[in-house]
């Protein structure tokens, strides 16, 4: 059973109709896996036997003609900075190499109770922190379309396993681009919601003003179906929101006519690839032919927003990570004291960039920086947000480049971390300002290397952003 070219919803329906029996797809698949995975590296968990337990137990249920959930039996693969019952939940880190996760993220709770099949944990840089999975731990994932190149980062296992059929979609986690970015590098759909949409319990937390929960898939139809399961009201996360939850799914086909699109133009200068920006025209071209209204927009403080979120993000990593200290979770060295047994765990525990953000998060928020760097990135977070809000005084949604060029090689920006950071440019706004955005697809370069396209929406409008991303997908075919 290939997974290349079917939909949750056509597998959902063969089920239904008992063309094919799960257990026989979610056997397959593991032998897929087998096949593939030595390659691309994209787990660092296989759940097999849950998942095959759980694939009896539809099957029974659908022979005994029970009506099934429109996940039922669906293979997903979630980021292991998600929490599973008994599963271990390494975050990419030395540190939880050994932790086994004592209860269930709300949003893998969620969809396994729409009925999709958990089959593993995906590899990530350690703790999120990172553009290509390069820090992770434990390996490097590899770009199912040229193995030399990365698959992006954070959430770089998640957007692979889907990219190479080995789930037909993925839980990632988005604070600074982490979802949209590999989904670009890999030529996958990625949505982070609005922060507060989608539940953080269970989620390990990096930065907990901007961390987001949300899917990857392979088409448009799957990130509306994945949102409508996971979003809403949760009693263990206090920023989690109540606010409606659309029809994502019914509301795609509405029609998109008259939308207004805002072009920003601090997103096309610069270091953005001349194929890139190629690509991101034809599809401004393309929203034209459906008839939407393209304007240019401005987004004044873009260019601080480097500076500003690797501030906050760092600060709040600091703060994040403290407790991991050799007593309460995880790794423990020991020490002749609490401060040596301290720092011995957390050398060893913590990889290099880990480390790093911990000391840039320390010294931002000391008694003497405080101000000139904390609160000032602060102050600077809202003057960002300010520029969307404006932004959305004229029009309905805004599309840019997800990322300023394609899958870059491995090894290649490792030496340079600013390097790194430089290729968060055009996500990390999103975060800052709470807003939803989705990568989609929108073609290949001349090497066959995917190319994503960004869109932002103002908080909540997630039914906006899909319904446009899936009249582009039609139109355009990029999908995988
Ligand atoms: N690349 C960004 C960082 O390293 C974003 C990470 C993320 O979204 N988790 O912080």
Redesign the pocket.
């Known amino acids: 059973m290939n997974l290349k070219g079917i939909t949750a919803e056509k597998l959902v329906a063969l089920y239904r109709n008992r063309d094919l029996s799960v257990t026989e797809v979610i056997s397959g698949l593991f032998d897929d896996i087998e096949r593939i995975d030595p390659n691309v590296r994209a787990f660092i968990t296989l759940m097999r036997d849950r998942a095959l337990k759980d694939a009896r137990s539809l099957d029974a249920r659908i022979a005994s003609g029970d009506t099934i959930e429109p996940f039922a039996g669906v293979p997903v693969a979630v980021k292991d900075n998600i929490s599973i019952r008994d599963v271990a939940t390494t975050c990419g880190s030395r540190m939880l190499e050994s932790d086994v996760a004592p209860y269930t993220a709300t949003a893998v709770e969620r969809l396994r109770g729409a009925g999709a099949i958990v089959v593993g944990k995906t590899n990530l840089?350690e703790f999120?922190?990172?553009?290509s999975t390069e820090n992770s731990a434990f390996f490097v994932t590899r770009n199912p379309h040229d193995l030399d190149r990365v698959p992006g980062?954070?959430s770089g296992g998640s957007a692979a396993s889907v990219a190479s059929g080995m789930s037909l979609a993925a839980l990632g986690?988005?604070?600074?681009?982490?979802?949209r970015?590999p989904a670009s590098f890999c030529g996958v759909v990625g949505l982070k919601p609005t922060y507060g949409r989608v539940s953080r319990y269970g989620l390990v937390a990096?930065a907990s003003s901007m961390?987001q929960i949300g899917p990857l898939s392979k088409s448009v139809r799957e990130a509306a179906m994945a949102l409508a399961v996971i979003s809403g009201l949760d009693h263990y996360d206090s920023t989690s929101s109540g606010a409606r939850i659309g029809d994502y799914v019914r509301g795609l086909d509405r029609p998109i006519k008259e939308t207004r699109i805002g072009i920003p133009k601090e997103y096309f200068a610069g270091n953005l690839d001349p194929e890139v920006r190629r690509k991101i025209e034809s599809a401004i071209g393309l929203f034209e032919g459906l008839g939407c209204a393209i304007e240019e927009i401005s987004l004044p403080h873009t260019e601080y927003a480097i500076a500003t979120?690797?501030i906050i993000?760092a600060a709040e990593a600091s703060s994040n990570l403290a407790r991991y200290d050799g007593v309460r979770y995880g790794l423990s060295e020991t020490g002749r004291n609490p401060g040596e047994m301290y720092r011995r765990t957390r050398m060893s525990g913590f990889g290099t960039e880990v480390r790093r953000r911990i000391l840039l998060g320390t010294y931002a928020l000391s008694a003497g920086y405080y101000d000139a760097y904390y609160n000032r990135a602060l102050k600077v977070r809202t003057l960002v947000l300010r520029d969307f809000q404006k932004a959305f005084e004229g029009v309905d949604a805004i599309l840019t480049p997800t990322t300023p060029t394609t899958a870059f090689r491995i090894g290649e920006k490792t030496a340079d971390p600013l390097e790194?950071?430089l290729s968060?440019v055009f996500?990390?706004t999103c975060?800052l300002a709470g807003l939803p955005g989705i990568s989609v697809p929108c073609g290949w370069n001349s090497t066959g290397l995917p190319v994503g396209m960004q869109l932002l929406a103002n908080h909540f409008q997630e039914g906006l952003l899909l319904r446009l991303a899936h009249y582009f997908e039609k139109a355009g075919g990029f999908t995988l």
């Open positions: 840089d999120g922190m990172g553009s980062g954070s986690s988005d604070t600074g681009g982490s979802i970015q990096f961390d979120y690797y993000a790194m950071y968060d996500t990390i975060n």
